[in-house]
């Protein structure tokens, strides 16, 4: 079946490093695929999404690519401060639309030092 | 954003109750909500799809009868685990979709529900 696979966490860095999170996925069908945060104490939030090949989602400094051939979308931002500390999930759902019916990475923990 | 409110946040129950988890939409309308369950450092997993005024469809795996749904109005799905058991214990995620010009899914902030 479907599946998204993230890298673990925790990953802790100082504040201005460069931040990754690896990503792939599944190639079943022409799924979208999406990156969600979860601060502390909040419920999940829509960062970005990318709905075909070689979009790139971007939102708050972050971004990620939809690479079809490497079947990945791997999340980066290039200098990160201690608001970005919190749970991220990658996920696909089968179409377009965010709402549908989504299949998640198992999520990283960022820590993010002063 | 749109919000979506979970009641309530944590539950520690005895074995063999049963335990009522509400997902309201605050401030918009969904036919359609989704309960995930989500296991210690593993992914968020799809439990079942609540449809309003309808049955709920239900993933592979998932026992119908053990976790309950209800969607009985536009704002309100609940998840009811009945006769709980330690092994039922997890964090319990609901999310609405807000249809728009960009529909997108909002969450709730979760359940963290302990059986004892």
């Known amino acids: 079946g479907d599946s998204v696979t993230q890298m673990e966490g925790p990953v802790t860095l100082s504040e201005e490093a460069f931040l990754t999170i690896n990503c792939t996925y599944t190639?079943?069908?022409?799924?979208?695929l999406f990156w969600y945060v979860q601060y502390p104490g909040e419920g999940l939030q829509l960062l970005l999404k990318a709905t075909k090949a070689d979009d790139k989602g971007s939102n708050k400094g972050f971004e990620a690519t939809y690479r079809k051939e490497t079947t990945s979308f791997h999340l980066e931002k290039g200098s990160v401060q201690v608001s970005d500390s919190a749970v991220y999930f990658c996920?696909?759902?089968?179409?377009?639309?965010?709402?549908?019916?989504?299949?998640f990475g198992g999520g990283t923990r960022v820590l993010v030092k002063p | 954003g749109a919000v979506v409110s979970q009641h309530p946040s944590w539950v520690i129950c005895k074995s063999g109750t049963s335990v009522k988890i509400e997902c309201r939409s605050l401030?918009?309308?969904?036919?359609?909500m989704f309960w995930y369950r989500q296991f210690p450092k593993q992914s968020l997993m799809l439990m079942a799809t609540s449809n309003e005024g309808s049955k709920a469809t239900y993933e592979q795996g998932v026992e119908k009868d053990k976790f309950l749904i209800n969607h009985a109005s536009l704002t309100l799905s609940t998840l009811t685990v009945t006769s709980a058991h330690p092994e039922d214990s997890s964090f319990y995620i609901c999310?609405?979709?807000?249809?728009?010009?960009?529909?997108?899914?909002?969450f709730g902030q979760g359940t963290r529900l302990t059986v004892v």
């Open positions: 190639a079943t069908g022409y799924p979208s």
């Open positions: 999310s609405a979709p807000k249809t728009g010009m960009n529909t997108e899914a909002f």
């Open positions: 401030d918009f309308q969904a036919t359609t």
């Open positions: 996920a696909r759902s089968p179409g377009a639309i965010a709402g549908n019916k989504l299949t």
